[in-house]
T-cell receptor, first 114, second 115 residues
């Protein structure tokens, strides 16, 4: 059974600081997704990582995937208040098969303080 | 282009009542999904569909049924609601071609309370 663990679950940081959110998963998969959710809102796709070593960047966020370590990271650079949200990683249940069935982590609630 | 829409947005049921949640997408996506989101639990897959007329069970299917009679619609039914089904329900869709994987696009959610 695939398990996806995120840490930390809660993160309070100051504007301008850097931090990393970690996503570990328990079985082999080479497809990992990051989503953002604002309070009371739906999920918005941030990154799709489809191979070992994949790195994607958008603004102050950068995501990477290490399939051998079964680890993805979401790095935040020089945080701003607008990044406050809950961030989820999700892993495809099947290796190489692209099952489209995702297992989500519990989410990391990020609060960026002035 | 409305993307993924869900009806209703809010609903309160009494234990034992039934209801159907409707999901519609206008992106011509092949795959559709129903998730539930509970505090501190992330999202869990209830049922999904890989095409018109097909459905399959996800992680937490018990107490729910689904139907995909038309490609653009995916219905989630609760035959006899229980308080444990109080949750926020999200529908999602994606388009998957051979050897490629797209991200899932989510609807706005339905907040269901079962008393």
């Amino acid at each position: 059974e695939l398990k996806v663990e995120q840490n930390p679950l809660f993160l309070s940081m100051q504007e301008g600081k850097n931090y990393t959110i970690y996503c570990n998963y328990s079985t082999t998969s080479d497809r990992l997704y990051w989503y953002r959710q604002d309070p009371g809102k739906s999920l918005e796709s941030l990154f799709v990582l489809l191979s070992n070593g994949a790195v994607k960047q958008e603004g102050r966020l950068m995501a990477s995937l290490d399939t051998k370590a079964r680890l993805s990271t979401l790095h935040i650079t020089a945080a701003v208040h607008d990044l406050s949200a809950t961030y989820f990683c999700a892993v495809d249940m099947e290796h190489q098969g692209g099952s489209e069935k995702l297992v989500f982590g519990k989410g990391t609630k990020l609060t960026v303080n002035p | 282009n409305a993307g993924v829409t869900q009806t209703p947005k809010f609903r309160v049921l009494k234990t034992g009542q039934s209801m159907t949640l409707l999901c519609a997408q206008d992106m011509n996506h092949e795959y559709m999904y129903w998730y539930r989101q509970d505090p501190g639990m992330g999202l869990r897959l209830i049922h999904y569909s890989v095409g018109e007329g097909t459905t399959a069970k996800g992680e937490v299917p018990d107490g729910y049924n689904v139907s995909r009679l038309k490609k653009q619609n995916f219905l989630l039914g609760l035959e006899s609601a229980a308080p444990s089904q109080t949750s926020v329900y999200f529908c999602a869709s994606s388009f998957s071609t051979s050897g490629n994987t797209d991200t899932q696009y989510f609807g706005p959610g339905t907040r269901l309370t079962v008393l």
